[in-house]
């Protein structure tokens, strides 16, 4: 099976515009979950989609959103960069609710200037 | 919420030599943890994970040990190669609330010849 794909895989954005990341999991897979890489903070996590519903959020303020289509694909949207908002995006696939292995994808390198 | 801390953020062996990295959690009611090695410009790619109601996991050169009473858990690399040069990470799951996962803070593997 193909893995986890993200695109783009890089993109730079200046401070105050909005981006959007798209994430396609591993065939069959329903649970997308969105994690920001940073040297400083390291993996957090930001949302999971099931099932188009955003079953989980993290710590992150209202402009970070997410959804999720029919075929399990996810978008991550981000408004109003901030220059703090550079990072590695990453994005994981899941089976189901009940299998916990997640698989990363290559994520999107976002800057901000 | 889950706190996880990780142990040794640098670690260097010679090859051929063992490596253990340490990890706490703050949540009991955590049930799965996994452990991701990620490569330099690379994505986490999971590596080995283990459940609650399981106290060791093995897979060829690489095991992981749990201690739920006193809530840590370790990964024990053997037979170093410089293959294994990483950055490794580990996580926990929280029972319920979906597959969001919390990471440590990564440990720098070097094997030097």
């Known amino acids: 099976k193909a893995g986890v794909t993200q695109t783009p895989r890089y993109l730079i954005k200046t401070r105050g515009q909005q981006v959007t990341l798209s994430c396609s999991p591993i065939?069959?897979?329903?649970?997308v979950s969105w994690y920001q890489q940073t040297p400083g903070q390291g993996l957090q996590f930001l949302f999971e989609y099931f099932s188009e519903t955003q079953r989980n959020k993290g710590n992150f303020p209202g402009r970070f959103s997410g959804r999720q289509f029919s075929n399990s694909r996810s978008e991550m949207n981000v408004s109003t960069l901030e220059l703090g908002d550079s990072a590695l995006y990453l994005c994981?696939?899941?089976?189901?609710?009940?299998?916990?292995?997640?698989?990363f994808g290559p994520g999107t390198r976002l800057t901000v200037t | 919420g889950e706190n996880v801390e990780q142990h040794p953020s640098t670690l260097s062996v010679q090859e051929g030599d063992s490596a253990v990295i340490k990890c706490t959690y703050s949540d009991s009611a955590s049930n799965y943890f996994p452990w991701y090695k990620q490569e330099l410009g690379k994505r986490p790619q999971l590596i080995i994970d283990i459940r609650s109601n399981v106290g060791e996991k093995k897979d060829q050169r690489i095991a992981v040990t749990l201690n739920k009473t006193a809530k840590h858990f370790s990964l024990h690399i053997t037979e170093t190669q410089p293959e294994d040069s990483a950055v490794y990470f580990c996580a926990a799951k929280e029972t319920g609330g979906g597959n969001k996962l919390t990471f440590g803070t990564g440990t720098q593997l070097k094997v030097e010849l």
């Open positions: 065939s069959g897979h329903r649970s």
């Open positions: 994981a696939s899941s089976l189901s609710g009940q299998t916990y292995e997640q698989y």
